[in-house]
């Protein structure tokens, strides 16, 4: 069963960094691109970076691009976002998700699973 | 960026009757490989998104088959056959054609 389950998200203060983490298991994690996607309250959805499996590609959305690192361990299973000069605005669910790729063939070009989400609360 | 709008924002449905939902895209989703990517997600509240659909019309494992989506090009549908209690929630379509990936801003499936 694929899991990612994220944590390291919590309440902080503009201008400072912070970094949350995404544990996965269920599936061969270097072989999957990786992303993070953000939900501020009661807002939709937001693609803020993309990470290969091999980590030779990755892309930002332009509201982080200079400010948020992605970056992964595949020998950990681990997918992490490290994120500095935090704005009010960055105050959102932090999901971990996996794109589905290929498989036999077929391409799904989407993410097909989510992590549960972790809150990150920028504030004074 | 590709702007995804979709239509209405918020649909009240009746238990068993169908419900339909539609995405249009600023730009074609057809990408080079001839594939396109355009998807479904269901959210449910308090929960992370899941996926219905993908390329348009191909149901994801699990998904129950009075889910189906259509559309080619820039216009998409997603359509609930009967809907069911478990169904409410927001809807988003989404599509991984072009970088960066772009949502629409959902549309809320709530029962009458």
């Known amino acids: 069963e694929v899991q990612l389950v994220e944590s390291g998200g919590g309440l902080v203060k503009p201008g400072v960094s912070l970094r949350v983490s995404c544990a996965a298991s269920?599936?061969?994690?270097?072989?999957?691109?990786m992303i993070w996607v953000r939900q501020a309250p009661g807002m939709g959805l937001e693609w803020i970076a993309l990470?290969?499996?091999?980590?030779?590609?990755?892309s930002y959305g332009d509201s982080v691009k200079g400010r948020f690192t992605i970056s992964r361990d595949n020998a950990k299973n681990s997918l992490f976002l490290q994120m500095s000069s935090l704005r009010v605005e960055d105050t959102a669910v932090y999901y971990c998700?996996?794109?589905?790729?290929?498989?036999?063939?077929?391409?799904?070009?989407?993410?097909?699973?989510w992590g549960q989400g972790t809150q990150v609360t920028v504030s004074s | 960026d590709i702007v995804m709008t979709q239509t209405p924002l918020s649909s009240p449905v009746t238990l068993g009757q169908p419900a339909s939902i539609s995405c249009r895209s600023s730009?074609?989703?057809?990408?080079?490989?001839?594939?396109?990517?355009l998807s479904w997600l269901h959210q449910r509240p308090g929960q992370p998104p899941r996926l219905l659909i993908y390329?348009?019309?191909n149901r994801f494992s699990g998904v129950p088959d009075r889910f189906s989506g259509s559309g080619a090009g820039t216009d998409f549908t997603l359509k609930i056959s009967r809907v069911e209690a478990e169904d409410v929630g927001f809807y988003y379509c989404a599509q991984a054609t072009h970088s960066p990936w772009t949502f629409g801003q959902g549309t809320k499936v709530e029962i009458k």
């Open positions: 998700a996996r794109d589905g790729g290929c498989s036999g063939g077929n391409c799904y070009g989407t993410i097909d699973y």
């Open positions: 269920g599936f061969t994690f270097s072989t999957y691109n």
């Open positions: 990470i290969t499996g091999d980590s030779s590609i990755i």
């Open positions: 730009q074609s989703l057809v990408h080079s490989d001839g594939n396109t990517y």
């Open positions: 390329k348009i019309s």
